[in-house]
């Protein structure tokens, strides 16, 4: 079993910049390869980045290549996302999640995460 808790979330003006952090508690983190999705209001939840166990590979959606970076810290039981230049289209809770299949497009799918956390609200104001 795994627990996700992130952290992280809150206002921010168009362009600027904020980090989100997941810290995992329970058995094996490293085995995991690690996701943040996000999910806007009356919108379905959508992939946004992943690392894998090893930090070797990312995986990103086109709307945050460039903007986003995903690291992991597997000492500290701990992933992130930096996120910058952010968009009011960025607006959405963010969650993290654990998963043991690397691959695309299998990464991107809700459906192949075991564990999730219970979000972090970021919004963007213009």
């Known amino acids: 079993q795994v627990q996700l808790v992130e952290s992280g979330g809150g206002l921010i003006q168009y362009g600027g910049s904020l980090r989100l952090s997941c810290t995992a508690s329970?058995?094996?983190?490293?085995?995991?390869?690690m996701a943040w999705f996000r999910q806007a209001p009356g919108k379905e939840r959508e992939f946004v980045a992943a690392?894998?166990?090893?930090?070797?590979?990312?995986h990103y959606s086109d709307s945050v290549t460039g903007r986003f970076a995903i690291s992991r810290d597997n000492a500290k039981n701990s992933v992130y996302l930096q996120m910058n230049r952010l968009r009011t289209e960025d607006t959405a809770i963010y969650y993290c999640?654990?998963?043991?299949?690397?691959?695309?497009?299998?990464?991107?799918?809700?459906?192949?995460?075991?564990?999730w956390g219970q979000g972090t609200q970021v919004t963007v104001s213009s």
């Open positions: 690392v894998d166990w090893t930090f070797a590979n990312t």
């Open positions: 329970g058995h094996s983190f490293n085995m995991y390869h």
């Open positions: 999640a654990a998963t043991t299949l690397w691959g695309t497009p299998e990464l991107t799918f809700t459906t192949n995460y075991r564990y």
